[in-house]
């Protein structure tokens, strides 16, 4: 007798088909980039290989690495490769790190990123449910050693929730505090159980970042990602809620599925879509959207940072300013650089 159209082997078979669609279906055109390359994305690599520092940009296959590159921003990831938490969107590896920290990295972290020709840096991390702090003052403590040896480098932390301990976030920010506070709070309300790991929650994330503003943090920052079945009305109720939390960077993307055994991509979100997105944002008073299919939480983080200083009309003084900065970084490296080969 043949299998009942609702039996779970018909389901199973009925998404992996689905699966097998989506892995091998072309992506619209406005999905597709350059590979990286150019001469500042060249030498950047090979100075990294040299310092035995990797980044996210490269290990994630992010789209933009040599867009961001060659503007002068990467994101180094902290406290190693293994996370407690097993989020649907997300391809770190999950696992217990039993208590295991390298207590040199903040001072190697630091060193090796003052002798890079960058002006912005973004130190992201996995989580830590298996430190008491989740590995707040670690953050800290790598923040504060960049500042110390290159203070040209603005600095953002794109953390964790923590577990939801705020005092964690007191002590990442009494330690070290950032340029600029990050935390991805990543999908609606109502998609947080199907997409994220069970420990994390909407309010959970949403606290963090409250937190971190009523404790002196200049600037907060959050993310978005599109195409996993939100609705227009709930990613605007979602912004009108971070506006609450005095949010102030936002930024929307498609989110691009890693392998079939992630969350399925319910759809390719048009360009013009993330643009009404970015302007329906902007209403809402954040101080900058950035928003585009290829968008990522640190896409242009320090064009975000800057622009969201200054007025949306200011264009050509953010330019500037960009620049200005960008040649800094380049003269602050290279004389941190002959520093170090002094001993």
Same mark, same amino acid.
């Given at each position: 007798?043949?299998?009942?159209?609702?039996?779970?082997?018909?389901?199973?078979?009925?998404?992996?088909?689905?699966?097998?669609?989506?892995?091998?279906?072309?992506?619209?055109?406005?999905?597709?980039?350059r590979?990286?390359?150019?001469?500042?994305?060249?030498?950047?690599?090979?100075?990294?290989?040299?310092?035995d520092?990797?980044?996210?940009?490269?290990?994630?296959?992010?789209?933009?690495?040599g867009?961001?590159?060659?503007?002068?921003?990467?994101?180094?990831?902290?406290?190693?490769?293994?996370?407690?938490?097993?989020?649907?969107?997300?391809?770190?590896?999950?696992?217990?790190?039993?208590?295991?920290?390298?207590?040199?990295?903040?001072?190697?972290?630091a060193?090796?990123?003052?002798?890079?020709?960058?002006n912005?840096?973004?130190?992201?991390?996995?989580?830590?449910?298996?430190?008491?702090?989740?590995?707040?003052?670690?953050?800290?403590?790598?923040?504060?050693?960049?500042?110390?040896?290159r $203070?040209?480098? =603005?600095?953002? #932390?794109?953390?964790?929730?923590?577990?939801g301990?705020?005092? *964690? /976030? !007191?002590? %990442?920010?009494?330690?070290?505090?950032?340029?600029?506070?990050?935390?991805?709070?990543?999908? $609606?309300?109502? =998609?947080?159980? #199907?997409?994220?790991d069970?420990?994390?929650?909407?309010?959970? *994330? /949403? !606290?963090? %970042?409250?937190?971190?503003?009523?404790?002196?943090?200049?600037?907060?920052?959050?993310?978005?990602?599109?195409?996993?079945?939100? #609705?227009?009305?709930?990613?605007?109720e979602?912004?009108?809620?971070?506006?609450?939390?005095?949010?102030?960077?936002l930024?929307?993307?498609?989110?691009?599925r890693?392998?079939?055994?992630?969350?399925?991509?319910?759809r390719?979100?048009?360009?013009?879509?993330?643009?009404?997105?970015?302007?329906?944002?902007?209403l809402?008073?954040?101080?900058?959207?950035?928003?585009?299919?290829?968008?990522?939480?640190?896409?242009?983080?320090?064009?975000?940072?800057?622009?969201?200083?200054?007025?949306?009309?200011?264009?050509?003084?953010?330019?500037?300013?960009?620049?200005?900065?960008?040649?800094?970084?380049?003269?602050a490296?290279a004389?941190?650089?002959?520093?170090?080969?002094?001993?």
């Amino acid at each position: 007798m043949a299998d009942s159209p609702d039996s779970p082997l018909i389901q199973i078979r009925k998404r992996t088909e689905r699966s097998e669609t989506e892995r091998y279906a072309p992506k619209p055109a406005w999905l597709k980039v350059r590979a990286p390359g150019g001469e500042t994305y060249t030498t950047l690599k090979a100075t990294l290989r040299k310092l035995d520092l990797h980044t996210v940009c490269e290990e994630a296959r992010c789209p933009n690495v040599g867009e961001c590159w060659g503007e002068g921003t990467m994101t180094i990831m902290l406290l190693g490769d293994t996370c407690t938490r097993g989020c649907r969107f997300c391809a770190v590896t999950t696992g217990d790190p039993r208590g295991a920290v390298d207590v040199r990295e903040p001072e190697h972290v630091a060193r090796a990123i003052a002798r890079l020709a960058i002006n912005y840096v973004v130190l992201t991390m996995v989580d830590r449910d298996d430190l008491l702090d989740g590995g707040a003052e670690h953050v800290g403590k790598t923040v504060r050693g960049i500042h110390a040896l290159r $203070p040209d480098i =603005l600095v953002e #932390t794109l953390v964790g929730d923590f577990g939801g301990h705020l005092r *964690s /976030v !007191d002590a %990442l920010l009494e330690v070290g505090m950032p340029d600029v506070f990050a935390h991805n709070v990543e999908v $609606p309300r109502r =998609l947080q159980r #199907t997409v994220r790991d069970v420990r994390c929650s909407w309010d959970q *994330s /949403v !606290d963090v %970042l409250k937190r971190a503003k009523s404790r002196g943090a200049k600037v907060t920052k959050t993310s978005l990602m599109l195409g996993m079945g939100e #609705t227009k009305d709930e990613l605007v109720e979602s912004m009108k809620e971070l506006r609450a939390a005095d949010v102030d960077i936002l930024t929307l993307g498609q989110y691009l599925r890693p392998t079939p055994k992630h969350h399925e991509v319910a759809r390719f979100v048009e360009p013009a879509e993330f643009d009404e997105l970015r302007d329906i944002g902007l209403l809402l008073g954040f101080k900058y959207v950035a928003s585009g299919p290829l968008v990522r939480s640190s896409y242009h983080a320090a064009e975000d940072f800057v622009r969201s200083m200054l007025k949306p009309e200011d264009a050509a003084a953010a330019d500037e300013l960009l620049a200005q900065r960008r040649a800094s970084s380049i003269a602050a490296a290279a004389a941190e650089d002959e520093r170090q080969s002094r001993g």
